[in-house]
Nanobody, 128 residues
Framework: QVQLVESGGGLVQAGDSLRLSCAASGVSGNIFSRTSLGWFRQAPGKEREFVAAIGWSGGTTYYADSVKGRFTISRDNAKNTVFLQMNTLKPEDTAVYYC??????????????????WGQGTQVTVSS
């Protein structure tokens, strides 16, 4: 059973940076390297939304317009981990951040239904 565990969330001030991590367990490194990975977030009272996605090789990445230029998604297949570096954080970035995965060698998706496995989420709060 694949499990995803996010970490790195917290309370920061506007303009600060955070780095989220999502570690996968229950999957071999060889399998993990064949997954597409995504980050989503859900703010209070809002629907969950796409943030970023990365393909199996790390060579393909996608970002929501709201985070483009500020956030960077990356992966370390040797450690079964995906990261989300968040810079110049804004109060509107406040949300629970989720990582998601699916075994797929094609282009990663921005849609929730594409992903099979989800983490439990980590809270990011940005104060003004």
């Amino acid at each position: 059973q694949v499990q995803l565990v996010e970490s790195g969330g917290g309370l920061v001030q506007a303009g600060d940076s955070l780095r989220l991590s999502c570690a996968a367990s229950g999957v071999s490194g060889n399998i993990f390297s064949r997954t597409s990975l995504g980050w989503f977030r859900q703010a209070p009272g809002k629907e969950r939304e796409f943030v970023a996605a990365i393909g199996w090789s790390g060579g393909t990445t996608y970002y929501a317009d709201s985070v483009k230029g500020r956030f960077t998604i990356s992966r370390d297949n040797a450690k079964n981990t995906v990261f989300l570096q968040m810079n110049t954080l804004k109060p509107e970035d406040t949300a629970v951040y989720y990582c998601a995965a699916r075994g797929f060698l094609g282009v990663p998706s921005e849609t929730e239904n594409f992903y099979r496995y989800w983490g439990q989420g980590t809270q990011v709060t940005v104060s003004s």
